[in-house]
């Protein structure tokens, strides 16, 4: 059933991709999320068809500092210690994978602006920006950038759900932004998971529905 105060305001929505970066993304990783690789393409879709309609897009990335500073507790040893290269600082397993920039191979992270809460534009309105921990929301530009953008909707997807993506739709849920998950460019998706989400309203929809919402 639609719901007027949860469904989807298509025409005042943004994308947000997710941790999509090499270090999380590339088979040859270490650090590789299952599934993460197999979505890049449905993300792809997603990416193209906000572009086409000048909707507006943030990607949403970690950076992690060599010495464990800005780590979260959970893999504070592992960097920290011992010097575990997960999404380090001006190294390529931190950049957003190739295939979603806007102009492919050309973005380069500005880290520098990136770890001080800023936002940098890579095209018109698209946007990379750092979150220092899981949910896109928590000490970061994005709620005021939103609204700024005169956005009530956010869509989501990228890596990986039962982490970031998750912590993301609950913390926009909360500050009442409508919220729709794309369930087929989401590494990490469950059942259950779904099941709770429907439940509060998120919208859960597939790639190819995304595209033909927006159109």
């Known amino acids: 059933m639609v719901d007027k105060f949860t469904s989807a305001d298509w025409r005042n929505a943004a994308l947000l991709t997710i941790d999509t970066q090499n270090d999380f993304t590339l088979p040859d990783s270490p650090f590789a999320i299952t599934e993460t690789f197999e979505i890049v393409p449905k993300m792809r879709q997603v990416l193209h068809a906000f572009r086409s ?53 050309k973005v380069m992270l500005d880290t520098e602006l990136l770890l001080k809460g800023k936002l940098q534009q890579v095209a018109s309105k698209e946007w990379i920006m750092y979150k220092p921990r899981w949910g896109a929301f928590y000490a970061t530009p994005l709620e005021k950038h939103l609204h700024e953008l005169n956005t009530n909707t956010v869509v989501i997807c990228g890596c990986n759900f039962p982490n970031c993506p998750r912590t993301t739709i609950y913390e926009a849920s909360e500050r009442d932004f409508r919220v729709v998950l794309i369930t087929d460019a989401t590494s990490g998706i469950y059942e259950r998971g779904l099941q709770e989400l429907d439940k509060i309203g998120v919208e859960l929809i597939t790639s190819n529905d995304c595209v033909a919402a927006l159109k």
Do not use: F
């Open 53 to 105: 309609t000048g909707k507006p897009i943030i990607h949403v990335i970690r950076i992690y500092n060599s010495d464990g500073s800005n780590v979260d507790l959970c893999r504070k040893r592992a960097v920290g210690e011992l010097g575990k290269k997960l999404v380090i600082a001006e190294t390529q397993g931190a950049d957003l994978v190739d295939e979603l920039k806007p102009s492919y191979h």
